[in-house]
């Protein structure tokens, strides 16, 4: 059964503790956040990811995916602990936190802001201090793990939609990241370039928070689920229990990719 | 539609021992033959000719046509006029008069050889600046003014605007195909709207693309904070002087001598 809670914590362990000696990729407790004009984004948030599970995280626009996603390495900060393998996300911290969360934004071309492909790539790795040879052999790695190796010298405002997503990825595997967030990856895609991500996706062996409005990816890709809504998590559990709810899909705005089919 | 790159690259996409050239090379010997040509004196035809000699040696090992810089540096020309009062105000044997009413303008001789002097200096520059944008691309330029030590921010705020220069051009063409999506006039009948009013609704589409790129900037800035930018820039050399380079840049070098010699001693 699913797992729905309001404001106390989730009472039912999320699914994947168990590996690595119980400790989770991500916890985030109690978090609270408000934008500065008073709007309250995120309230008594509750969310733990354990090493190797793939989490969708779904809901209305304005649910507050997005501020969450950005308090997950410290860009924007909300009343709350967070932390990302075991250590907790404060100042000090910050910096080898960012190489250990790779965070995708949902526009490439606000993730992809150097005039070539290479340097948008070798960006992460070089902020981390690696070596002259490191970077290098990290950015071939990463561009081949996307199918993008032939791409290192183009400028980036030549490539498709699909293209720049793919780079976009790839400039945070550069910096060999234990969790992946993604903002809506499939948004804007052609069937043909979603097949792809799904795939690329798929075949990463990565940690995966990703936000999406795109539920047949989350029923194909994602075994455990997170509805957001105003806020607040309103329900964290396996992906086939809560798309079976359409009590609870409804409330939330959202809707079973197999609602159309005949039973 | 995407708008595409061409409009604005004016990078031509070929091999050549210019292509290849290290861009430090290329830059440095541009901003230096614009100082030779700065350093010229009034008149001195015989070294002009010398310089713009070089200009068509470099189109041709380009593998570009002789005049390619030639005849796309019109667009820098009326950039001189503002010289154009240089005309009127040195003493010399007088060449024409200009009444205009109450004003009486004399041009002389040696106005006119000045004048057309700092014609030529900009236009020969301008023929040499085209030809580095021409060759060079522009990743590889940015590397050059960095390794050159042109201050990190200055190169930054230059890549960041060829970067998002596509992306707001696609912003403004989507803005304007929205106005004439809803541009619909009744049959036989003419726009509406007062002048006034037209010009609000152009000063709001302003607005909103500054607002729209406010906010791509604090995107763009989260995505690099994201990626552990922490203030600096950093970036790899990808460039390492050969031979060639060197070889090209003393050459470069002795010939601008040569017509430095030629301008200030055989006028």
């Known amino acids: ?34 934008y500065p004009d008073g709007h309250i984004a995120l309230r008594n948030v509750w969310l733990s990811v354990g090493h190797g599970e793939k989490v969708a995280l779904v809901g209305p626009n304005g649910a507050g995916k997005s501020t969450l996603m950005l308090h997950l390495n410290g860009i924007l900060t909300g009343n709350g602990q967070i932390q990302v393998a075991g250590m907790p996300l404060i100042k000090s911290n910050l910096p080898v936190i960012r190489g250990k969360v790779g965070l995708v934004f949902q526009s490439p071309d606000d993730q992809l802001f150097s005039p070539t492909v290479f340097e948008d790539v070798a960006f992460g790795p070089l902020h981390m201090g690696l070596t002259e040879a490191e970077v290098r052999a990290r950015v071939g790695r990463a561009l081949a793990q996307v199918g993008m190796t032939e791409y290192a010298e183009r400028l ?68 455990r689920m997170v509805i957001m809504d105003e806020g607040r998590i309103e329900a964290d559990g396996a992906t086939e229990d809560l798309m079976s709810d359409e009590v609870l899909l409804e409330r939330h705005g959202l809707e079973s990719p197999f609602a159309l089919m005949p039973r | 539609m995407m708008m595409h790159a061409s409009t604005f690259d004016r990078y031509q996409a070929g091999e050549s021992l210019i292509h290849r050239l290290d861009p430090r090379v290329k830059v440095v010997v541009t901003v230096l033959f614009i100082l030779s040509n700065v350093l010229l004196p009034d008149g001195a035809w015989l070294a002009f000719m010398l310089a ?42 007088t060449v024409f008069t200009l009444n205009l009413g109450p004003w009486q303008l004399t041009a002389t001789d040696a106005c006119l050889i000045r004048f057309s002097s700092i014609v030529i200096r900009s236009w020969l520059s301008v023929q040499m600046a085209i030809l580095l944008t021409a060759t060079t691309q522009f990743p590889d330029m940015m590397h050059a003014l960095r390794h050159l030590r042109v201050p990190q921010l200055l190169v930054a705020v230059i890549s960041f605007m060829y970067r998002y220069l596509f992306v707001l051009a696609d912003e403004v063409m989507r803005l304007l195909r929205a106005r004439e999506a809803r541009s619909a006039r009744r049959p036989g009948g003419g726009g509406g709207g007062t002048v006034l009013w037209r010009a609000k609704v152009a000063g709001h589409m302003v607005g ?33 002087m050969q031979a060639v380079d060197w070889a090209s840049a003393g050459l470069a070098v002795v010939f601008m001598i040569v017509v430095q010699i030629v301008g200030h001693v055989m006028i």
């Open chain 1, 156 to 223: 980036s405002h030549h490539l498709s939609v699909g293209e720049k997503k793919r780079i976009a990825i790839a400039t945070v595997l550069s910096m060999e990241p234990d969790l992946l967030v993604l903002d809506e990856p499939s948004a804007g895609l052609d069937p043909r370039a979603r097949r792809s991500l799904i795939n690329l996706l798929r075949d990463l062996p990565l940690t995966m928070l990703v936000s999406t409005h795109d539920m047949l990816m989350v029923y194909e890709l994602f075994p």
């Open chain 2, 52 to 93: 713009w000699g070089m200009v068509v040696v470099v189109n041709l090992l380009a593998r570009l046509r002789w005049d390619y810089a030639l005849k796309r540096s019109f667009i820098a020309l009326p950039f001189a006029l503002a010289a154009v009062t240089v005309i009127f105000n040195l003493p010399g044997q």
């Open chain 1, 1 to 34: 059964m699913p797992v729905i809670h309001e404001t106390k914590k989730p009472d039912t362990a999320p699914i994947a503790l168990a590996k690595n000696g119980g400790q989770p990729a991500l916890t985030v407790e109690n978090l609270d956040f408000s």
């Open chain 2, 208 to 240: 909103q693309l500054f607002l729209r790129s406010y906010d791509r900037s604090d995107r763009v800035y989260n995505a690099m904070l994201a990626r552990g930018y922490q203030g600096h820039f950093l970036t790899l050399n990808p460039h390492v």
